[in-house]
């Protein structure tokens, strides 16, 4: 469930040979500890980091954005269609809710993340915790026959949202992410996704909750 598909990514990795295995169970989520490794160049109203990679080369990246133009109520709503998030995702092209079970729904995603790269699929645990505006989804243990024959399965998606009133009026939202898409990325675009890349998807968050509804 990304924002730009590959700020997480090692630069290189590989793709999986997938078979029909049944799921596991949703594993029960925890918010996960970030150590900041560099601070990227605020923008739009957000603050953004990269955090120390772990032993798979795999960083983390966190971004922390206030609007004051922005609604709390209207991220919350945009959050709970679990199947709609490609409308603030740019590169999210198709999701689709598979199964609910036990508070958590599990969601099947396929992704176009450009630059001549081929798409990415995921299948995810995503839940809302208990009288929060948090919403935080993990990887789907047990692998999954992809889509589309030319999609790369990403190994990692995970992350969370959290959604408060800003002190001043407005929205302060949080964004979380660990990503491992898989396949062969090369490291100045792995770079490029972490800092501009995640800059211009909040960007487009921004432009999507203070746009007109649509009647």
Avoid: N
């Amino acid at each position: 469930m990304t924002s730009s598909l590959l700020i997480g990514a090692r630069g290189i990795g590989g793709r999986w040979v997938l078979v029909g295995t049944a799921l596991l169970a949703p594993r029960a989520w925890a918010a996960p500890t970030f150590a900041v490794d560099q601070h990227v160049d605020p923008y739009d109203g957000c603050e953004l980091w990269l955090g120390k990679a772990d032993d798979s080369g795999v960083a983390p990246v966190r971004a922390e954005c206030t609007w004051p133009d922005a609604s709390p109520d209207r991220m919350t709503a945009a959050l709970e269609r679990y199947d709609q998030w490609g409308a603030f995702i740019p590169e999210i092209k198709e999701e689709k809710v598979l199964q609910a079970v036990d508070g958590k729904s599990l969601i099947w995603q396929h992704d176009d993340p450009g630059h001549g790269l081929s798409p990415r699929e995921s299948q995810v645990w995503l839940s809302r915790a208990p009288s929060t505006r948090t919403f935080a989804w993990t990887t789907a243990q047990g692998a999954f026959q992809p889509h589309d024959d030319l999609a790369v399965v990403m190994p990692r998606d995970e992350g969370y949202w959290t959604v408060s009133a800003a002190p001043g009026g407005g929205l302060f939202v949080t964004e979380q992410l660990d990503i491992d898409p898989g396949g062969l990325v090369p490291h100045w675009l792995v770079h490029w996704f972490q800092t501009a890349g995640l800059a211009h998807d909040m960007g487009y968050l921004h432009g999507y909750l203070t746009a007109s509804p649509t009647p």
